[in-house]
């Protein structure tokens, strides 16, 4: 019983530490990784355009790049909503931030030339949680591209 007891702590010990290093950084890439998965189609030039957004946003080094973009990966693989990583960006963002990695998640969900309906329902609900209004929202759906 004592051993069950001291691996629940443990394991919620490591629950911390793995919360403790979300970056700024890191809860962006997530965002932006469960736009670009979310039609379930993982295209090389989505992912080439995510370590494009990835180095140019938060001048980082490749080598940096590569790391962020995996933990963003694995994190997007196992997060039940997306509070965690909106409420930081909240916390450090300004509103024009905010619509900016909104219009990076537009480009994100465009990069493959179409926009599935999975995708803009995503962004719409990111939106939401950076608190965007309806009208800041529009300002930064680009136009449809022909």
Not at 20 to 45: F, I, P, S
Not at 58 to 70: A, G, K, Q, R, Y
Not at 123 to 133: E, G
Request: a negative charge; hydrophobic letters at 40%.
């Amino acid at each position: 019983m004592f051993l069950k007891i001291t691996r629940f702590i443990e394991s919620l010990n490591n629950d911390k530490e793995s919360h403790d290093e979300l970056t700024l950084e890191l809860a962006c890439t997530v965002l932006l990784c469960e736009v670009m998965r979310a039609d379930g189609q993982l295209q090389q030039n989505e992912r080439d355009l995510l370590a494009h957004i990835v180095s140019e946003e938060f001048s980082v080094t490749e080598e940096e790049v590569v790391e962020i973009i995996e933990k963003g990966i694995l994190l997007s693989d196992q997060a039940v909503d997306f509070y965690q990583f909106t409420s930081l960006i909240n916390s450090h963002y300004s509103i024009e931030e905010r619509m900016n990695m909104v219009r990076l998640l537009w480009k994100i969900a465009y990069a493959d030339g179409e926009l599935a309906a999975i995708e803009e329902h995503i962004i719409r609900k990111i939106a939401d949680l950076l608190y965007l209004r309806q009208s800041e929202y529009i300002q930064t759906k680009p136009i449809k591209p022909k």
